[in-house]
Nanobody
Framework: QVQLVESGGGLVQPGGSLRLACVKP????????IGWFRQAPGKEREGGSW????????NVADSVKGLFPISKDNARNTVYLQMNSQRHEAKAIYYC??????????????????????WGQGIQVKVSS
C-alpha cells in the first residue's frame, strides 16, 4: 500500500492561511488521484476535493467549493490544499488519500472515501485568535 504523509497543519488565526501538503516520496503521482478529507470534532469524515496526478482533473465538494483550492507538483509527488481566510469552522483533522487511476476511469468522481485504499495519518488544523 502507498502510505501518505500530510504536513503544513497547525494553529492559524481567523482570517489566516495554511497550505497543507500530501506527499509520498517513492510513488509516481501521475498514476494516482489524491483526495483531501476532513473530520471536524463530533462529525463524520467528509470529502473535500481531489485531483488526478496525471491530467490534473479535479473536483470539489459543494460544501467547500471555493474555499480550498487544490494543486499539485508532480516533480515533488505532492498535492496541496490551500486554506485561505480560515474561520473557526475549518478546525478539523485533515486527511489525504490515494487511489489508483486506470485508463478506463474516464470521468470517475473520486469524492467518496470508499474509493481510496491508502491514507495518511491525518494532520490537525486549529483556528484560534
Amino acid at each position: 500500500q502507498v502510505q501518505l504523509v500530510e504536513s503544513g497543519g497547525g494553529l492559524v488565526q481567523p482570517g489566516g492561511s495554511l497550505r497543507l501538503a500530501c506527499v509520498k516520496p517513492d510513488f509516481t503521482l501521475e498514476y494516482y488521484a489524491i483526495g483531501w478529507f476532513r473530520q471536524a470534532p463530533g462529525k463524520e469524515r467528509e470529502g473535500g476535493s481531489w485531483m488526478r496526478g496525471g491530467d490534473g482533473k479535479s473536483n470539489v465538494a459543494d460544501s467547500v467549493k471555493g474555499l480550498f483550492p487544490i494543486s499539485k507538483d508532480n516533480a515533488r509527488n505532492t498535492v496541496y490544499l490551500q486554506m485561505n481566510s480560515q474561520r473557526h469552522e475549518a478546525k478539523a483533522i485533515y486527511y489525504c488519500a490515494a487511489a489508483v487511476v486506470y485508463q478506463s476511469d474516464g470521468d470517475r468522481n473520486f469524492l467518496a472515501a470508499s474509493q481510496y485504499d491508502s491514507w495518511g495519518q491525518g494532520i490537525q488544523v486549529k483556528v484560534s485568535s
